[in-house]
C-alpha cells in the first residue's frame, strides 16, 4: 500500500520566486492532494471507457526528484553570464540557482560553473551572433550511490584551459565523478552534438534500480524521476504476470531498464532501440548484470517484430514504452502478427494511450487495468501504466 501523504507535502508549493516566469511548474500553488486527484480526475476521463483505472501512485516527498538538470547559458544586458531555463514558449533564458523539483547538489554544481566563467575568460555562446563557448550545462546524479557527471557543451571542440577549469570545479564539488566535453557547434535547438572528449573520470556514471545497475552516459534516456521510476516498473513487471516461461520483447528499450528487470522472470528478453548509444549502454548494462537471457538490437521496433513473425517466432509478452506521440498502427499490427498474449503499455501521454488503446481493441486486445503513476510532481504531465490481454 501506498503510505500516507505526509504533513510536508501538502503545503502550497509558494517557495517557487520563478513560477510565473518559468511556465515549468503548471500546478504551482496547488497542495500535492489537489494535484493528485487532478491527474486522478483527468486519467479517469481517457482511459475509463477501457479499463478500470486505480488509484494514483504517489510520491511520499515530491521535491527535487530530478536527478537530471539542464542549465542554458547566456549574458545579461551587462553582459554577465546567467544560467537557468528558456521561459516556456520563447528562447528568453530565466535565470535560476534553485529549483524545487531539480536536484539541489546539480543546481549548486551549475551556479559553482557560471561563477567560475570570468576567472578563466570562457564566453557564454550568443545564438544571435554565433559568438562564444559554453552553451549548455548537463547534471546527472545518481541518488542511489551519488555518482556525478557533468556535460559541459561548447560551440567549439577548442577549450582554452579545460584542465584547470575541471580542477577548479573538482576543488568546488570533489563528488563529481566524472566531466564530459560535448561539442555542438550547429545552429539547432538540439542541446548535445556528437562528439564527445572525456575531461575526467569514466564518461558515464552508474545507478542502481529495481536491484539492476545501469550505465549511463550523457546522451542516454534514463527516467528522470528514479523514487517514482522503481514503483512504475515494480508495477508493470507485476501486471506482466511472469511465470518464468515466457518470450519477452522489450520495445523502445533505451538503455535496457525494463528488460534486464524483467529477465529475472521470464525465459528470454529482446531489446530493440533506434538509438544506437542506447543499444550500446544496454549492451554494457547486461553485461554488468551478467544477464544471460537479454539481447539488444539497434532498429524500429515494428519493423523487428514483423521480422519476428516472418520468421515463425512467436512472443508471449510485449513491454513497450514510446514517446509522448505514442505508437503507431503499424507497430500494433506487428504486436498482433507475433501472438504476443499479454502487451504491458508504459505511457508518458495518457491522450495517445487512449487512441491507441482504441486501436488495440480492433487487433483483439482488452484493457485489463490502468495505474496512473505521479512522475512529475507540480507539473500537469501523467505517466500511466496499461496491461492488454489478448482475447480469446
Given amino acids: 500500500m501506498e503510505k500516507k501523504i505526509s504533513q510536508k507535502t501538502e503545503k502550497k508549493a509558494d517557495g517557487c520566486q520563478l513560477s510565473q516566469k518559468c511556465g515549468g511548474c503548471t ?16 486519467t479517469e476521463e481517457l482511459l475509463g471507457g477501457f479499463c478500470k483505472v486505480q488509484p494514483i501512485i504517489r510520491m511520499e516527498n515530491p521535491y527535487h526528484y530530478r536527478n537530471k538538470v539542464h542549465a542554458v547559458f547566456d549574458r545579461d544586458r551587462k553582459g554577465k553570464p546567467v544560467s537557468g531555463i528558456y521561459q516556456e514558449g520563447t528562447h528568453r533564458v530565466v535565470p535560476v540557482d534553485t529549483c524545487m523539483i531539480e536536484d539541489e547538489k546539480s543546481d549548486a554544481i551549475i551556479v559553482t560553473i557560471r561563477n567560475l ?10 545564438e544571435d551572433t554565433g559568438y562564444g563557448l559554453l552553451r549548455h550545462v548537463l547534471v546527472r546524479r545518481s541518488f542511489s550511490n551519488g555518482q556525478i557527471m557533468v556535460v559541459l557543451v561548447t560551440a567549439s571542440p577548442v577549450f582554452p584551459s579545460k584542465n584547470n ?8 564539488h ?23 572528449n572525456v575531461l575526467y573520470g569514466k564518461g558515464y556514471i552508474e545507478d542502481t534500480l529495481c536491484g539492476c545497475v545501469f550505465r549511463i552516459s550523457s546522451k542516454s534516456f534514463y527516467q528522470i524521476n528514479p523514487v517514482q521510476t522503481e514503483k512504475l516498473y515494480a508495477k508493470a513487471i507485476e501486471l506482466a504476470d511472469l511465470k ?4 519477452v520483447l522489450d520495445a523502445y528499450c533505451g538503455i535496457g531498464t525494463i528488460g534486464l528487470i524483467a529477465a529475472a522472470h ?27 537471457n537479454a539481447r ?40 498482433e502478427q507475433t501472438g504476443a498474449k499479454r502487451v ?11 487512441r491507441d488503446l482504441q486501436y488495440f481493441e480492433k487487433k483483439g486486445y482488452q484493457a485489463g487495468e490502468a495505474w496512473p503513476v505521479d512522475m512529475f510532481p507540480w507539473t500537469d504531465s501523467i505517466e500511466a501504466v496499461t496491461v492488454l490481454n489478448r482475447k480469446k
Fill in 27 to 42: 500546478y504551482q500553488g496547488m497542495t500535492y492532494e489537489k494535484q493528485c486527484k487532478l491527474k486522478q480526475r483527468r
Fill in 117 to 126: 566563467l570570468p576567472s578563466f575568460k570562457i564566453k557564454v555562446y550568443d
Fill in 165 to 172: 577549469f575541471v580542477k577548479a570545479l573538482l576543488k568546488e
Fill in 174 to 196: 570533489p563528488e563529481i565523478t566524472t566531466v564530459i566535453q560535448n561539442v555542438n557547434g550547429r545552429n539547432t535547438s538540439m542541446v548535445l552534438g556528437q562528439k564527445e
Fill in 244 to 247: 518464468g516461461t515466457e518470450n
Fill in 266 to 292: 521470464c525465459r528470454q528478453v529482446a531489446g530493440v532501440e533506434l538509438n544506437p548509444d542506447a543499444v550500446k549502454d544496454a549492451v554494457n548494462n547486461r553485461n554488468r548484470n551478467k544477464v544471460e
Fill in 296 to 335: 539488444f538490437f539497434r532498429g524500429d521496433a515494428g519493423e523487428f517484430m514483423v521480422g519476428l513473425a516472418n520468421d515463425g517466432q512467436k512472443l508471449d509478452v510485449v513491454f513497450m514504452d514510446p514517446p509522448r506521440s505514442g505508437s503507431t498502427e503499424e507497430f500494433i499490427d506487428a504486436v
Fill in 344 to 354: 504491458v503499455y508504459i505511457s508518458c501521454n495518457p491522450e495517445t494511450l487512449a
